[in-house]
């Protein structure tokens, strides 16, 4: 695992690298005609547009391997910066019997997390925003002792209770807003809290109370964007010094892209995104001549399998939503087929943001991991599965 060296010289080393390019990877090519960070780096836009589909396709999933881009961008350190240990302890898998009602992919994910879980008979377990209590039950049979879970969602409580009871496992849901007053009187030493996908604001409370009242933890972090706060101030004081120092700033949309990566989502709902991500560039050149206004217009997302049957119709739509008024007669085709062209064009301006995308969540989960180390905690950080399991797939454990 990384030392307490390691983990700074690579808290810096991000730190720099985010800072230095943040001119490339903060822009959204989505909302822009052109190229969104203009002449800044000479030659980078033309080599992204002149990719073939099924390199850029690649570099999409894989943006540190073999990239034309490290002729323009730090490919090489950044690769390294988010190269870590993988702490699977190599346990034989769990039987597959437990897993029943849980989502195949889900299961494999929790037995991957539940192997990095520390298994001391000394430690009270505490799943914290349990949902079901699948994690919980999961440890409770793997451990032969009890597990409290907490979570907000009543109904959550109700069927994760009846789930327990009907596996005969020592396992207990309370109902409990970890962001209210009165959620650190769980914690306490002696007592391991695990959060597997816990987001954004619910993981950073875990962490603060946990310091605070002095238990272990076992954390996955996800979404850190869900967050009331528009601007990210640093968990760690050494998080904010090297944000000061470097001049990085962390909007509430920038975090989001942290965990924009969709590695496991279906083909159907890649083509799904694709398609709705070209009409919507469609319509933003519409909109643009309709309103005489050469600005971008956000529109809502539309729910998968609510998305109109054709280009016209989300058109309409779009324009309803927003306010616009669009003409009685329009011609449609040139419109869609500018988006789509537009689509293919974004999708390589993205590989951008692609290639900073890990080393922004890994910089994330290192200020997380900071925090404890000023709090006094040893720290190990890596990861629990492979990215095709879960692109979320860092992992922070207290010792």
């Known amino acids: 695992m990384p030392s307490e060296p390691a983990l700074e010289a690579r808290f810096h080393a991000l730190t720099e690298r985010l800072a230095e390019w943040q001119a490339l990877w903060r822009p959204l090519p989505f909302q822009h005609r052109g190229v969104p960070w203009g002449e800044r780096v000479p030659g980078l836009a033309e080599a992204l547009l002149a990719l073939s589909d099924d390199e850029a396709e690649r570099l999409q999933a894989r943006p540190f391997d073999a990239s034309p881009l490290a002729a323009w961008l730090p490919v ?15 346990e034989e898998a769990l039987p597959a019997s437990w897993g029943e009602g849980i989502g195949a992919r889900k299961w494999r994910q929790i037995q991957a997390f539940a192997g990095c879980v520390a298994s001391d008979d000394d430690e009270a377990l505490l799943e914290w925003c349990a949902g079901k209590g699948h994690l919980s039950r999961t440890l409770a049979r793997r451990d032969g002792r009890p597990v409290t879970g907490l979570e907000w969602q009543a109904s959550l409580c109700e069927a994760g209770q009846v789930l327990a009871e009907r596996q005969g496992q020592p396992v207990t ?19 391991r809290v695990a959060a597997l996908h816990a987001c954004g604001d619910l993981h950073a409370r875990l962490l603060e109370l946990a310091v605070e009242r002095g238990a ?4 996955a972090p996800c979404c850190y964007h869900r967050t009331e706060a528009v601007d990210y101030r640093a968990l760690s004081n050494r998080g904010r010094a090297l944000m000061a120092e470097h001049g990085l700033t962390l909007s509430r949309e920038d975090l989001a892209m942290a965990v924009q990566e969709t590695v496991t989502a279906p083909q159907g709902v890649r083509r799904h995104r694709r398609r709705a991500n070209a009409w919507r560039l469609g319509f933003d050149r519409l909109q643009r001549e309709v309103r005489g206004r050469d600005e971008y217009l956000p529109v809502p997302s ?12 989300f058109c309409r739509w779009a324009a309803e939503n927003k306010g616009v008024t669009l003409p009685k007669e329009v011609d449609w085709a040139p419109f869609e087929t500018a988006g789509w062209r537009r689509q293919a064009e974004v999708e390589r301006l993205e590989l951008v943001r692609h290639l900073f995308r890990r080393p922004l969540e890994v910089w994330l989960v290192l200020d997380r991991a900071w925090r404890l180390v000023e709090a006094g905690y040893r720290v190990r950080l890596g990861t629990f599965c492979e990215r095709e399991l879960t692109p979320r797939n860092l992992l922070l454990e207290t010792r």
């Open 302 to 313: 539309c729910a998968y399998g609510r998305l109109p049957g054709d280009f016209a119709g």
């Open 173 to 191: 849901l309370y109902r409990q807003d970890v962001l209210a007053e009165g959620a650190g009187d769980w914690l306490a030493p002696g007592r």
């Open 216 to 219: 272990a933890v076992t954390l």
């Open 76 to 90: 090489d350190v950044l690769a390294e910066a988010v190269d870590l240990p993988d702490l699977v302890s190599g």
